[in-house]
């Protein structure tokens, strides 16, 4: 299998409940074979009419921290844990997690990046099986992942941004 046969099983799926409610399906964007993948929660309005993650608010909002940190959006991968958008953006539920974390491993598996920077409770509690963003913020996990706010947090708690881009510069700083 490769990303674009990947892509294509995302778009498509109907393993939950989602599917019946989402305009586009959200696999991800960036390349290939990227050496840092940044994983979200889920879709919002923007993402799910788009079907491009991270092109909203807290999109922008990114965008401006990533490049704060000396990184930019073309060079990262970035994709949510789930790809469907939640009804009204409410906190994806246990079992629509677990059919969607299996594209969310192949993703890794197939563009096999260095660090996956995780974002905001559901991606941590997905990946790392922990808890408690606001104490795991900044550390990295196995080597591979770190873990931070979700920009949708710091969007609405702006004393979060200083530590956001310090976390996300870390992504710099260890790169091959």
């Not at 999109?59 to 949510?80: H, M, P, W």
């Not at 979060?160 to 260890?174: A, Q, T, W």
Request: a positive charge; one cysteine or more; glycine letters at 8%.
């Amino acid at each position: 299998m490769n990303l674009e046969v990947l892509n294509f099983e995302i778009r498509s799926c109907a393993r939950c409940d989602l599917c019946q409610g989402r305009i586009l399906a959200v696999p991800g964007e960036g390349p290939s074979h990227a050496e840092i993948m940044l994983v979200g929660e889920a879709p919002g309005n923007e993402e799910d009419r788009t079907g491009r993650p991270f092109i909203g608010r807290a999109g922008k909002l990114l965008n401006l921290a990533l490049n704060q940190a000396g990184l930019s959006r073309e060079e990262v991968y970035i994709t949510s844990v789930i790809k469907c958008r939640p009804p009204k953006n409410r906190k994806p539920k246990v079992r629509e997690v677990r059919c969607c974390l299996p594209y969310l491993w192949s993703q890794m598996e197939l563009i096999n990046p260095r660090l996956v920077c995780l974002m905001g409770n559901v991606a941590i509690q997905a990946v790392l099986d922990m808890h408690g963003v606001t104490e795991l913020h900044g550390k990295i996990f196995q080597n591979r992942y770190l873990t931070t706010f979700h920009p949708a947090a710091v969007l609405r708690n702006r004393n979060l941004m200083g530590p956001f881009i310090s976390d996300l510069s870390k992504l710099r700083i260890s790169k091959r």
